[in-house]
């Protein structure tokens, strides 16, 4: 199956850790990286290769992969990190890809 | 620094083709290190991969788009191009073109802000 599974909502409060899970049999074989959408704005790349910060991404950012799950961490959340979450993966065989179904992060 | 900006008409009638652009300002669509993509998001929806291609022109489809899509590159205007044709009003969406970065593991490290398509008569 070529899907991506995430949670559709999580909340954490000013601060502390949330981490975001990503689902589906591609990453057995492909790493994902992960996208934060803010409202009205395009997505912007936060991590790539399983534990990887672009340029100017915080490093309260940070990820993590075993077996078919990936693992997108904010440590010490803050207000701006509310947002949209996307995981996304490659197809290798085929040079196709697939997003997650996306995870809406509340910071109370 | 690279920046992509997607250009085309706003409104498309149902059965029509949708035609968008998407050009490259600030960098060079000619390298080996990327694949340029298009990616959309329905209203209140989450984000779909519509398809790549490689400056060389080789395209790679999501199946269950592909036969509908048409993908291009102009490489003396440093753009790209994506056609869907017989669209109905499930195509209405935020379309986006970005950079595929092959040594960021496959990550779209650059988006273009976005352009709405609304599929209506």
């Known amino acids: 199956s070529s899907e991506l599974t995430q949670d559709p909502a999580v909340s954490v409060a000013l601060g502390q850790t949330v981490r975001i899970t990503c689902q589906g049999d591609s990453l057995r074989s492909s790493y994902a990286n992960w996208y934060q959408q803010q409202p009205g704005q395009a997505p912007v790349l936060v991590i790539y290769?399983?534990?990887n910060r672009p340029s100017g991404i915080p490093d309260r950012f940070s990820g993590s992969s075993s077996g078919n799950t990936a693992s997108l961490t904010i440590t010490g959340a803050q207000a701006e990190d509310e947002a949209d979450y996307y995981c996304n993966s490659r197809d290798s065989s085929a040079n196709h890809y697939v997003f997650g179904t996306g995870t809406k992060v509340t910071v109370l | 620094q690279l920046q992509l900006q997607e250009s085309g008409p706003g409104l498309v009638q149902p059965s029509q083709t949708l035609s968008l652009t998407c050009t490259a300002s600030?960098?060079?669509?000619?390298?080996?290190?990327?694949?340029w993509g298009w990616i959309r998001q329905p209203p209140g929806e989450g984000l779909e991969w519509i398809g790549s291609?490689?400056?060389?022109?080789?395209?790679y489809y999501n199946p269950s788009l592909k036969s509908r899509v048409t993908m291009s590159v102009d490489t003396s205007k440093n753009q790209f191009s994506l056609k869907l044709s017989s669209v109905t009003a499930a195509d209405t969406a935020v379309y986006y073109c970005a950079r595929v970065t092959i040594y960021y593991f496959y990550g779209m490290d650059v988006w273009g802000r976005g352009t709405t398509v609304s599929v209506s008569s």
């Open positions: 291609i490689y400056y060389s022109g080789s395209t």
């Open positions: 600030g960098g060079t669509i000619i390298s080996s290190s990327y694949y």
């Open positions: 290769g399983k534990d």
